[in-house]
């Protein structure tokens, strides 16, 4: 079937490290994004990458960084920099404006705790 | 003008009951309106979607009603079950440079009571 897979499902960082979360696609969709939810909040776009080899900040993109070698995949590195980042991540993803189906599908999510 | 605006952030619901949820926009270039419905734990799933260019869409006991004058858009859930409990998302995307660009609603917390 075809769909998002995050992981891990929980990750516990410490205090000055840098962690990656992983999020990988097999449903051939050129747009992927990653936000950030906070208990009871909504969705904050950290970054969001229309196609390979490309990527744009989102609203809080500060203490984070990503890449998108391959079209399936769009990693997110949780830097020492990012003061606050206990928070659940959703990786998302589109067919991006290809016949304007702007619809998302979400992968599971990775809940990360500093410890 | 990028804002979309849900509301209310918690409802209460008896089984068998109406849940509806509002959304408002501001920003006339958006031209596609989903909802999406989150469990715990969970990311949040594609529930139901609309275009401007019509006032009403149904799927099963979800109804989306889009008033475009009034920039206004409403999630219906008709006999409403404890297994509707969620949280619910409404968003709004128009086409952006390379794609499209959403903008999320802050979320209503639905709870239905058996």
């Known amino acids: 079937d075809g769909g998002i897979t995050q992981s891990p499902k929980y990750l516990f960082r410490k205090e000055g490290q840098n962690v990656t979360l992983s999020c990988e696609q097999n449903?051939?969709?050129?747009?992927m994004y990653w936000y950030r939810q906070d208990p009871g909040q909504g969705l904050r776009l950290i970054y969001y990458s229309q196609i390979v080899n490309d990527f744009q900040k989102g609203d809080i993109a500060e203490g984070y960084s990503v890449s998108r070698e391959k079209k399936e995949s769009f990693p997110l590195t949780v830097t020492s920099a990012q003061k606050n980042p206990t928070a659940f991540y959703l990786c998302?993803?589109?067919?991006?404006?290809?016949?304007?189906?702007?619809?998302?599908?979400f992968g599971s999510g990775t809940r990360l705790t500093v410890v | 003008q990028q804002q979309v605006k849900q509301s209310p952030q918690s409802l209460i619901v008896q089984k068998g009951g109406i849940s509806i949820i509002n959304c408002a926009y501001e920003?006339?270039?958006?031209?596609?309106f989903p909802w999406y419905q989150q469990f715990p734990g969970k990311g949040p799933a594609l529930l139901i979607a609309?275009?401007?260019?019509?006032s009403e869409k149904k799927e099963g006991r979800f109804t989306i009603s889009f008033n475009k004058s009034a920039k206004q858009f409403s999630l219906h859930i008709m006999d409403s079950q404890p297994g509707d409990s969620a949280t619910y998302f409404c968003a709004a995307s128009r086409r952006d440079t390379g794609g499209f660009k959403t903008i999320f609603g802050a979320g209503t917390r639905l709870f239905v009571k058996a």
């Open positions: 920003n006339t270039a958006f031209d596609y």
């Open positions: 998302a993803s589109s067919m991006g404006g290809v016949r304007r189906n702007y619809g998302y599908t």
């Open positions: 449903l051939n969709h050129d747009a």
């Open positions: 609309i275009r401007p260019d019509v």
